[in-house]
């Protein structure tokens, strides 16, 4: 199945005084001389204009009203959904006036998916602080995709964020808290349900029949029996036994100092990782400007290049788009194997 031959994708804004829409031009672009999937900007084409401008980036930008005209405009002009500013943006300076119109781009975007107008959504990166200030009331992304899950389409979603680049992936079991709180909020039931949906993610977003998965350890060298902290054995442990019983394939506790190495990562599928920096340092390493955060276990695709807004290099016209577009291709590849097995 060709890219073309599904619903075009949806791509969100994000901050627009960080460098979503910069990647958004980029990303048109790049469909002269790569295989980007058909989407479909939800933001303000002024503000689009504006940055294309200040960058040197030549794109034409179509305001459109109907979905239907998306794919046929993609190839000449880059369809947009306007969802106006209310401010002029600045670079690299976010404006809490804006902030409410990143989350309507949101829901706007998710209604089009509803009404199985789009394929999947994408994200641009949002400024959280200042989302929280206008009554944001989610840690993130991840955290606000699951519960429109139950608010819109009636399903409960236990859901996982995972990274992927070439030859990685990882999954955080802890996601955005502070390092202090991790090993008071790390459970065994928490570990399982995560194995459990990365597990059925990879397999039905990733053809993956039988998926390894590897868990780490969250204390250096595994614990040392005990002596370097107990929560393998009280914790871990308990959660790689019961997602074996479960019928997956799991080692683990691992050290996390040995999991990550080219010819461990030959043997596993995904790594579950205790909390974020464990998982995300050796993925950025690896490959910093191509990494994807998928959300498994929603109802619909979502994926969103892995990394923030950039306010440093906002309006400079040096940001690199490969996260974009591999997110724009690998939500379009599992829009692809979704399609093939059902919703």
């Known amino acids: 199945m060709a890219f073309s031959e599904l619903p075009p994708l949806v791509l969100t804004m994000g901050e627009p005084a960080g460098v979503g829409p910069e990647l958004a031009l980029k990303a048109w672009c790049a469909r002269q001389h790569e ?12 503000q689009l204009r504006a940055t294309a401008s200040q960058v040197n980036i030549d794109a034409a930008i179509h305001v459109v009203t109907e979905f239907s005209a998306v794919s046929e405009i993609f190839g000449k002009a880059m369809p947009v959904f306007q969802c106006a500013l209310p401010k002029p943006v600045r670079p690299g300076v976010p404006d809490m006036d804006n902030s409410a119109r990143v989350v309507e781009a949101i829901a706007q975007a998710l209604r089009l998916i509803r009404e199985d107008k789009a394929s999947g959504l994408v994200t641009n990166p949002i400024h959280k602080k200042s989302m929280w200030q206008v009554g944001f009331s989610f840690p993130g992304h991840t955290e606000y995709l699951a519960a429109a899950a139950q608010r819109i389409w009636g399903r409960p979603a236990k859901v996982a964020m995972m990274l992927v680049v070439p030859g990685l992936r990882v999954v955080p079991v802890t996601r955005h808290i502070p390092l202090k709180d991790v090993p008071r909020l790390l459970d065994t039931e928490t570990i399982v349900a995560t194995g459990l ?4 993610g990879l397999a039905k977003d990733f053809a993956i029949d039988n998926p390894r998965l590897a868990i780490a350890a969250l204390n250096p ?10 929560e393998e054995s009280r914790v871990i442990k308990p959660a790689v036994d019961a997602l074996r019983a479960e019928g997956i394939l799991v080692t683990g506790p691992t050290a996390a100092d040995t999991l990550f190495h080219e010819d461990s990562r030959q043997n596993v599928d995904a790594i579950l990782c205790m909390y974020h920096d464990q998982a995300l340092i050796p993925l950025k390493t690896l490959n910093f400007y191509e990494g994807v955060n998928v959300t498994l276990g929603l109802p619909f695709v979502r994926t969103s290049p892995d990394h923030g807004t950039a306010f440093d ?3 400079q016209g040096t940001v690199k788009s490969g996260s ?3 997110a724009l291709k690998m939500a379009a590849t599992i829009a692809q194997e979704r399609a093939k097995s059902g919703p």
Not at 197 to 200: L, N
């Open 313 to 315: 290099i906002a309006g």
């Open 35 to 46: 295989a980007v999937p058909p989407f479909v900007y939800v933001g303000d084409a002024t």
């Open 221 to 230: 060298h595994g614990g040392e029996d005990g002596e370097l902290g107990d």
């Open 197 to 200: 949906i990365v597990a059925r």
């Open 324 to 326: 974009l577009i591999s």
